[in-house]
């Protein structure tokens, strides 16, 4: 049986952290799908067609990988593109409780789908998507966080604000 992964988030911007899990998530599954939330409690910086967007360019020539968007509940999404996994990236204890109480609840919902975690590389344990936007926008460089077409998206959405 192949099986898919579903791998979903804001990626407001995708960093290289998320980067390198969808790397380790293509080796392990036979399809994986970049799930790009539109997320309306959170307000993005860019719209779901620019983290699309995004998210392509960076991810380009993985070849086991799609990138997708998506308005609605995860596990109503998961079941529609007949995936088993929903992956989620565990940096360190504090993303624990979160992503406990979503696998739970997602559990929940659909008892059949399971929530895995992978580890992202040492080196991204600190990463995260807000951290890179607040370093951006005070004139910060971000080259070692993010792809350069990012940086760039970045430097532009930034500009002025
Ligand atoms: N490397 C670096 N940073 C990472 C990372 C990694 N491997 N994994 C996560 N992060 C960071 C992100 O940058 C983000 O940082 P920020 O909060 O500073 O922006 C944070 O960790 C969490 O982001 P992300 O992994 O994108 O997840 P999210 O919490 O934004 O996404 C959804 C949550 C989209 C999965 C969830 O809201 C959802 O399922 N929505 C659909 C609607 C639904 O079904 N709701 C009911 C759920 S029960």
New binding site residues.
């Given amino acids: 049986m192949k099986i898919t992964a579903i791998y979903?988030?804001?990626?407001?911007p995708i960093?290289?952290?998320?980067t390198?899990?969808v790397h380790r998530a293509a080796q392990l599954f036979d399809h994986v799908i970049v799930?790009v939330?539109a997320?309306t409690?959170?307000t993005p910086a860019f719209s779901l067609d620019e983290r699309v967007e995004m998210a392509h360019t960076v991810l380009d020539g993985i070849k086991n990988v799609e990138i997708c968007g998506?308005d609605?509940?995860?596990?109503?999404f998961v079941t529609e593109r007949g995936a088993q996994v929903i992956l989620?990236?565990l940096?360190a204890v504090s993303?624990f409780e979160?992503e406990f109480q979503?696998a739970g609840?997602?559990r929940k919902?659909a008892p059949k789908i399971e929530t895995l975690f992978l580890m992202?590389a040492e080196q991204?344990a600190y990463?995260?998507?807000?951290?890179?936007?607040e370093i951006a926008r005070l004139g910060g460089d971000v080259s070692e966080f993010v792809h350069p077409h990012v940086k760039a998206a970045l430097q532009e959405r930034m500009r002025g604000v």
Avoid at 72 to 76: A, E, P, R
Avoid at 127 to 133: D, K, N, P, W
């Fill in positions: 979903p988030g804001t990626f407001d960093t290289n952290g998320h390198d899990l799930a939330a997320n409690t959170k998506f609605s509940l995860l596990v109503h989620r990236g940096r993303d979160y979503l609840m997602n919902l992202p991204y990463i995260s998507s807000s951290l890179v936007r």
